[in-house]
């Protein structure tokens, strides 16, 4: 998997979470706290964060259950 790939896929699943309603590269930036342009950099795979494919199959080890644990705590140790 290339990291265009991971990127388009977690923007597209979180625009469907948000009923389908399209989340700008700028709003989504905005969200993860990180400048529009790397955003940008990484959905055209212009530049690659390394630690996301890391942090993605190490995501995949893990039973579902487990993974919705780990994603939340992320979460709420990012909102601190």
Known sequence: MEIIDL???LHNAVEAQNNGK???QKDM???LGI????Y???RL???KPQASIAVIKMLG???DDEILRVVRKINKLGDN
């Open 7 to 9: 990127f388009n896929i």
């Open 35 to 38: 400048p529009m342009r790397t």
């Open 40 to 42: 940008q950099d990484w």
């Open 22 to 24: 399209k989340i700008s």
């Open 29 to 31: 930036s905005k969200k």
């Open 61 to 63: 080890y893990l039973e």
């Open 45 to 47: 795979g212009n530049t």
